[in-house]
């Protein structure tokens, strides 16, 4: 969960009210409230404020949550490298038999003329 209660702190710094910030990403005012609430909202209406309030995006969430990400997507990609070396072992039993196949084809051809 994202804390964009950020969002009201650094607006403030800013001198822009809610509203303006709201008007200046094309978002509603009670949009980005309720998202503050919430504490969650999608990714690109995160940049759109980061970006308008001159800050990056992942200020927002605690190091907690971009660990665990991050370690989701480190096991993601370990799982997809393994995936794609079984296909590739795959393929290469495949491209084997093809040839062993054609071979025998050729072989086959030749002793019947």
């Not at 800050?55 to 799982?79: C, H, M, P, W």
């Amino acid at each position: 969960m994202a804390n964009l209660k950020l969002i009201r702190q650094l607006s403030k710094d800013r001198n822009i009210s809610i509203r303006e910030l709201a008007q200046k990403i094309g978002r509603n005012e009670s949009s980005i409230q309720s998202a503050i609430r919430r504490g969650t909202t999608n990714s690109s209406t995160i940049e759109l404020i980061a970006r308008e309030l001159g800050v990056s995006a992942g200020i927002f969430f605690d190091e907690s949550d971009v660990n665990k990400a991050t370690i989701e997507l480190q096991r993601e990609i370990a799982y997809l490298k393994e995936l794609l070396k079984e296909k590739e072992r795959t393929i290469k039993i495949l491209m084997s038999n093809n040839s062993v196949k054609n071979s025998e084809m050729s072989a086959q051809c030749r002793h019947n003329k």
